[in-house]
T-cell receptor, first 112, second 112 residues
Framework: GEDVEQSLFLSVREGDSSVINCTYT??????LYWYKQEPGAGLQLLTYIFSNMDMKQDQRLTVLLNKKDKHLSLRIADTQTGDSAIYFCAPKGYSSASKIIFGSGTRLSIRP | DGGITQSPKYLFRKEGQNVTLSCEQN?????MYWYRQDPGQGLRLIYY???????QKGDIAEGYSVSREKKESFPLTVTSAQKNPTAFYLC???????????FGPGTRLTVL
Protein backbone atom coordinates (compact mmCIF):
# COMPACT_ATOMS: atom_id res chain seq x y z
CA GLY A 1 0.00 0.00 0.00
CA GLU A 2 0.93 3.64 -0.15
CA ASP A 3 3.32 4.96 2.47
CA VAL A 4 4.22 8.29 4.07
CA GLU A 5 7.46 8.80 6.03
CA GLN A 6 8.27 11.52 8.55
CA SER A 7 10.91 11.96 11.23
CA LEU A 8 9.41 11.37 14.66
CA PHE A 9 11.02 14.30 16.48
CA LEU A 10 12.30 17.81 15.82
CA SER A 11 13.66 20.27 18.37
CA VAL A 12 14.24 23.94 17.52
CA ARG A 13 15.09 27.08 19.43
CA GLU A 14 12.35 29.66 19.93
CA GLY A 15 12.52 32.25 17.15
CA ASP A 16 14.30 29.96 14.70
CA SER A 17 12.67 28.35 11.66
CA SER A 18 11.37 24.79 11.83
CA VAL A 19 11.41 22.55 8.78
CA ILE A 20 9.38 19.35 8.87
CA ASN A 21 9.98 16.92 6.02
CA CYS A 22 7.83 14.21 4.50
CA THR A 23 8.28 11.69 1.71
CA TYR A 24 5.40 9.77 0.13
CA THR A 25 4.99 7.04 -2.44
CA UNK A 26 1.68 7.79 -4.19
CA UNK A 27 2.62 9.68 -7.34
CA UNK A 28 -1.08 10.33 -8.08
CA UNK A 29 -1.44 12.51 -4.95
CA UNK A 30 -3.44 15.62 -5.78
CA UNK A 31 -3.95 17.33 -2.43
CA LEU A 32 -1.15 17.21 0.15
CA TYR A 33 -2.22 18.28 3.61
CA TRP A 34 -0.49 19.34 6.78
CA TYR A 35 -2.40 18.84 10.01
CA LYS A 36 -1.41 19.98 13.50
CA GLN A 37 -2.31 18.07 16.67
CA GLU A 38 -1.91 19.62 20.10
CA PRO A 39 -1.75 17.31 23.17
CA GLY A 40 -4.99 15.44 23.77
CA ALA A 41 -6.78 17.18 20.89
CA GLY A 42 -8.05 16.37 17.44
CA LEU A 43 -6.27 17.28 14.20
CA GLN A 44 -6.44 20.85 12.99
CA LEU A 45 -6.03 21.54 9.28
CA LEU A 46 -2.99 23.79 8.95
CA THR A 47 -2.54 24.16 5.22
CA TYR A 48 -2.46 22.20 1.99
CA ILE A 49 -0.96 22.37 -1.45
CA PHE A 50 -2.22 21.20 -4.82
CA SER A 51 0.05 18.87 -6.74
CA ASN A 52 0.38 21.37 -9.61
CA MET A 53 2.08 23.89 -7.29
CA ASP A 54 5.63 23.79 -5.96
CA MET A 55 5.27 26.36 -3.21
CA LYS A 56 2.55 27.87 -1.08
CA GLN A 57 3.03 30.57 1.55
CA ASP A 58 0.54 31.41 4.28
CA GLN A 59 1.82 33.90 6.87
CA ARG A 60 4.54 32.06 8.85
CA LEU A 61 3.98 28.79 6.97
CA THR A 62 5.69 27.82 3.73
CA VAL A 63 4.96 24.53 2.00
CA LEU A 64 7.39 23.21 -0.61
CA LEU A 65 6.54 20.33 -2.93
CA ASN A 66 9.03 18.41 -5.05
CA LYS A 67 6.73 16.19 -7.04
CA LYS A 68 9.54 14.43 -8.88
CA ASP A 69 11.13 13.27 -5.62
CA LYS A 70 7.75 12.94 -3.85
CA HIS A 71 9.00 15.19 -1.07
CA LEU A 72 6.92 17.68 0.89
CA SER A 73 8.13 20.09 3.55
CA LEU A 74 6.55 22.52 5.98
CA ARG A 75 8.57 25.49 7.14
CA ILE A 76 7.42 27.47 10.18
CA ALA A 77 9.14 30.84 10.45
CA ASP A 78 9.85 32.45 13.84
CA THR A 79 8.82 29.33 15.77
CA GLN A 80 6.89 30.07 18.97
CA THR A 81 6.07 27.94 22.02
CA GLY A 82 2.50 27.67 20.72
CA ASP A 83 3.83 25.77 17.72
CA SER A 84 4.69 22.80 19.96
CA ALA A 85 2.59 19.97 18.58
CA ILE A 86 2.64 16.91 16.34
CA TYR A 87 2.53 17.69 12.63
CA PHE A 88 1.08 15.18 10.18
CA CYS A 89 1.80 15.03 6.49
CA ALA A 90 -1.22 13.59 4.65
CA PRO A 91 -1.33 13.16 0.88
CA LYS A 92 -4.49 12.13 -0.93
CA GLY A 93 -4.55 10.17 -4.17
CA TYR A 94 -6.20 11.21 -7.41
CA SER A 95 -9.37 9.12 -7.53
CA SER A 96 -12.46 9.95 -5.50
CA ALA A 97 -12.12 6.57 -3.82
CA SER A 98 -8.59 7.32 -2.65
CA LYS A 99 -8.06 7.71 1.04
CA ILE A 100 -5.92 10.25 2.84
CA ILE A 101 -2.78 8.49 4.06
CA PHE A 102 -1.31 9.90 7.26
CA GLY A 103 2.34 9.87 8.19
CA SER A 104 3.38 8.93 11.72
CA GLY A 105 3.66 12.58 12.65
CA THR A 106 6.62 14.75 13.69
CA ARG A 107 6.65 15.97 17.26
CA LEU A 108 7.99 19.54 17.30
CA SER A 109 9.42 20.78 20.58
CA ILE A 110 10.63 24.31 21.23
CA ARG A 111 13.75 25.15 23.28
CA PRO A 112 13.88 28.52 25.08
CA ASP B 1 -21.58 27.20 15.91
CA GLY B 2 -20.67 24.59 13.27
CA GLY B 3 -18.33 21.70 13.87
CA ILE B 4 -17.75 18.09 14.79
CA THR B 5 -18.30 16.89 18.33
CA GLN B 6 -17.23 13.63 19.92
CA SER B 7 -18.33 12.33 23.26
CA PRO B 8 -17.25 11.42 25.77
CA LYS B 9 -13.71 12.84 25.86
CA TYR B 10 -12.51 10.00 28.11
CA LEU B 11 -14.04 6.54 28.32
CA PHE B 12 -13.13 3.59 30.48
CA ARG B 13 -14.33 0.10 29.75
CA LYS B 14 -13.92 -3.26 31.37
CA GLU B 15 -12.50 -6.02 29.24
CA GLY B 16 -15.26 -7.96 27.45
CA GLN B 17 -17.70 -5.05 27.23
CA ASN B 18 -18.90 -3.31 24.10
CA VAL B 19 -18.79 0.48 24.07
CA THR B 20 -20.14 3.09 21.64
CA LEU B 21 -18.36 6.33 20.78
CA SER B 22 -20.43 9.24 19.54
CA CYS B 23 -19.63 11.51 16.59
CA GLU B 24 -21.97 14.31 15.50
CA GLN B 25 -21.49 17.03 12.88
CA ASN B 26 -23.64 20.00 11.87
CA UNK B 27 -21.57 20.91 8.82
CA UNK B 28 -23.99 19.20 6.43
CA UNK B 29 -21.13 16.94 5.30
CA UNK B 30 -21.95 13.77 3.43
CA UNK B 31 -18.84 11.76 4.28
CA MET B 32 -17.72 10.74 7.75
CA TYR B 33 -14.71 8.76 8.95
CA TRP B 34 -13.39 6.97 12.04
CA TYR B 35 -9.67 6.73 12.72
CA ARG B 36 -7.63 5.13 15.45
CA GLN B 37 -4.42 6.73 16.73
CA ASP B 38 -1.78 4.88 18.76
CA PRO B 39 1.30 6.56 20.29
CA GLY B 40 4.02 7.29 17.74
CA GLN B 41 1.85 6.17 14.86
CA GLY B 42 -0.20 7.88 12.23
CA LEU B 43 -3.94 7.59 11.93
CA ARG B 44 -5.40 4.32 10.73
CA LEU B 45 -8.80 4.22 9.05
CA ILE B 46 -11.41 2.02 10.75
CA TYR B 47 -14.63 2.72 8.83
CA TYR B 48 -15.99 5.42 6.58
CA UNK B 49 -19.35 6.43 5.20
CA UNK B 50 -19.87 8.49 2.06
CA UNK B 51 -23.63 8.74 2.38
CA UNK B 52 -26.47 7.92 4.77
CA UNK B 53 -27.24 4.20 5.16
CA UNK B 54 -23.95 3.21 3.55
CA UNK B 55 -20.50 2.55 5.00
CA GLN B 56 -17.30 0.72 4.09
CA LYS B 57 -14.55 -0.99 6.03
CA GLY B 58 -11.23 0.77 6.32
CA ASP B 59 -7.85 -0.78 6.97
CA ILE B 60 -8.50 -2.04 10.52
CA ALA B 61 -12.26 -2.73 10.76
CA GLU B 62 -12.03 -6.01 12.68
CA GLY B 63 -13.63 -5.75 16.11
CA TYR B 64 -15.51 -2.53 15.27
CA SER B 65 -18.97 -1.74 13.91
CA VAL B 66 -20.70 1.45 12.74
CA SER B 67 -24.08 2.73 11.62
CA ARG B 68 -25.12 5.75 9.57
CA GLU B 69 -28.84 6.25 10.05
CA LYS B 70 -28.64 10.05 9.99
CA LYS B 71 -26.42 12.40 8.03
CA GLU B 72 -25.28 14.13 11.21
CA SER B 73 -24.30 11.05 13.18
CA PHE B 74 -21.78 8.23 12.74
CA PRO B 75 -21.41 6.22 15.99
CA LEU B 76 -18.61 3.68 16.38
CA THR B 77 -19.01 0.56 18.52
CA VAL B 78 -15.88 -1.06 19.86
CA THR B 79 -16.81 -4.67 20.46
CA SER B 80 -15.31 -7.23 22.80
CA ALA B 81 -13.77 -8.85 19.70
CA GLN B 82 -11.32 -5.96 19.36
CA LYS B 83 -8.18 -7.39 20.94
CA ASN B 84 -6.39 -4.15 21.78
CA PRO B 85 -8.97 -1.35 21.99
CA THR B 86 -7.09 1.14 24.18
CA ALA B 87 -6.37 4.08 21.85
CA PHE B 88 -7.36 7.60 20.86
CA TYR B 89 -10.29 7.61 18.43
CA LEU B 90 -10.83 10.44 15.98
CA CYS B 91 -13.88 11.18 13.87
CA UNK B 92 -13.73 13.34 10.74
CA UNK B 93 -16.12 14.60 8.08
CA UNK B 94 -15.82 15.88 4.54
CA UNK B 95 -18.12 18.01 2.40
CA UNK B 96 -19.17 17.35 -1.18
CA UNK B 97 -16.79 18.54 -3.88
CA UNK B 98 -13.79 18.72 -1.58
CA UNK B 99 -11.19 16.25 -0.33
CA UNK B 100 -10.46 18.11 2.91
CA UNK B 101 -11.38 16.29 6.12
CA UNK B 102 -12.18 18.12 9.34
CA PHE B 103 -11.64 16.42 12.67
CA GLY B 104 -13.43 16.22 15.99
CA PRO B 105 -11.61 16.56 19.34
CA GLY B 106 -11.25 12.80 19.85
CA THR B 107 -12.22 10.22 22.48
CA ARG B 108 -9.59 8.45 24.54
CA LEU B 109 -10.71 4.89 25.30
CA THR B 110 -8.98 2.92 28.02
CA VAL B 111 -9.74 -0.73 28.67
CA LEU B 112 -9.17 -1.74 32.27
Amino acid sequence: GEDVEQSLFLSVREGDSSVINCTYTDSSSTYLYWYKQEPGAGLQLLTYIFSNMDMKQDQRLTVLLNKKDKHLSLRIADTQTGDSAIYFCAPKGYSSASKIIFGSGTRLSIRP
Amino acid sequence: DGGITQSPKYLFRKEGQNVTLSCEQNLNHDAMYWYRQDPGQGLRLIYYSQIVNDFQKGDIAEGYSVSREKKESFPLTVTSAQKNPTAFYLCASKGEGTDTQYFGPGTRLTVL
